[in-house]
């Protein structure tokens, strides 16, 4: 019987988070489509066991932070490379690929970008952000989400476009700005628009997915690089996957010659209940949904979680549990023990 039998037969019986070795997964880690995660590069290089995960499983890593505004630009003169260096750097030594995240976004922004003036300063000031940054990674990493969270949260036909100081100075051509300047600069790297929200059975959801297609139309209408789709996969654990909304949305994505990359994927959980069983079988199969409505339409050239350890995930900052419970967002639990999640996601990706 082979390993992986095993450990399917073990599924069956619900009892998979503590029969699991470490690692228990790792010689299927190669799988037809590429799995990875975010990773915080200093707490990876001190924690063996965070370490031997991302080995064990990623074929892909971004970076949570680094090659974000306020991690590279604590000034208008300098750009501080040392994070992402260091990231690119392991991944290098371990033949694991890296991907770039985000050259223009709403967030994360340090606070002398407010002393941009006018459209030609914040036109010239992203065009040589993007042209350093990139130039500086031409052949090294392989794509980059250009925009990031372009759709205001509850777009209309008269605002569909995020806030932003890029929005506020030039407008929605920010986005056509900073496709074309990276294409020119790195002409080999994927170009990728990456956003969320787009999977519940929602009037929002909806609103949003209208606004997206909208802008994507646009640019593909006048021949703007851009090659896929990011979908960051935040998904509400308590909300219901929208698979028939969701699929037909990526196909319409498809039939614009573009592929579809899940970025982010967790499963934000305070509103789950408590028992870690019952919460984690709900999560892997909410992130089941959301995969296989992807599938229907698409195949994903890739899918990263938002992390790859309930140790190191962001949900708390925004979504920590009434009952003071740890959330158990990601694949692998604060121990580095497999989910049904990263079951789920084996499965997808192995098909
Ligand atoms: C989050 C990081 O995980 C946090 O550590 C940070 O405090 C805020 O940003 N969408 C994105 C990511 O594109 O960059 C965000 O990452 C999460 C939502």
């Known amino acids: 019987m082979r390993r992986r039998d095993f450990v399917l037969g073990a599924l069956g019986t619900g009892a998979l988070p503590y029969l699991l070795p470490q690692g228990a997964f790792a010689q299927t880690r190669r799988t037809a489509i590429p799995y990875g995660a975010a990773i915080r590069i200093d707490p990876m290089l001190e924690e063996p066991d965070y370490k031997q995960a991302v ?8 970076g949570e932070g680094g090659l974000k505004w306020i991690d590279l630009r604590p000034d208008r003169d300098s750009f501080v490379f040392d994070q992402p ?3 690119l750097a392991f991944a290098e030594e371990h033949g694991l690929e890296m991907r770039g995240h985000t050259l ?20 010239t000031e992203l065009v040589r952000h993007i042209e350093t940054v990139v130039g500086r990674y031409k052949g090294r990493i392989s794509s980059w989400d250009v925009v990031n969270e372009p759709i205001a949260d509850h777009p209309t036909r008269e605002a569909p476009i ?4 890029w929005q506020r100075h030039l407008g ?41 297609l909208d802008l994507i139309r646009e640019l593909k209408g006048r021949d703007v690089p851009l090659h896929a789709i990011g979908l960051q996969g935040h998904l509400q654990g ?35 209940p408590g028992p870690e069983i019952e919460r984690d079988g709900i999560i892997a199969q909410r992130a089941k949904d959301f995969l296989d ?18 140790r190191h995930t962001w949900v708390p900052i925004w979504f920590s549990r009434d009952d003071g419970m740890p959330n158990r967002p990601l694949p692998l639990d604060a121990d580095f023990r497999p989910k049904p999640l990263m079951q789920v996601i084996q499965d997808f990706c192995a098909e």
């Open 238 to 272: 308590e909300i219901a996957i929208d698979k028939s909304g969701l699929t037909a949305f990526v196909a319409e994505l498809a039939s614009m010659d573009l592929t579809i990359m899940v970025t982010e994927l967790d499963v934000i959980d305070n509103l789950l």
């Open 55 to 62: 080995l064990d499983y990623c074929q892909v890593v971004v």
């Open 162 to 165: 995020r806030d932003s100081i």
């Open 172 to 212: 929605k051509d920010y986005i056509e700005l900073a496709l074309r300047t990276t294409a020119k600069v790195n002409p080999d790297a994927r170009l990728v628009i990456n956003d969320f929200d787009f999977e519940q059975p929602t009037d929002k959801a909806r609103a949003r997915r209208k606004a997206f």
């Open 104 to 123: 223009a976004w709403y967030a994360a922004m340090p606070d002398w970008v407010e002393t941009l003036a006018s459209a030609e300063e914040a036109r």
């Open 85 to 87: 260096d260091r990231l």
């Open 293 to 310: 409505a992807i599938g229907a339409a698409r195949r994903p050239e890739a899918v990263l979680t938002w992390g790859i350890s309930d």
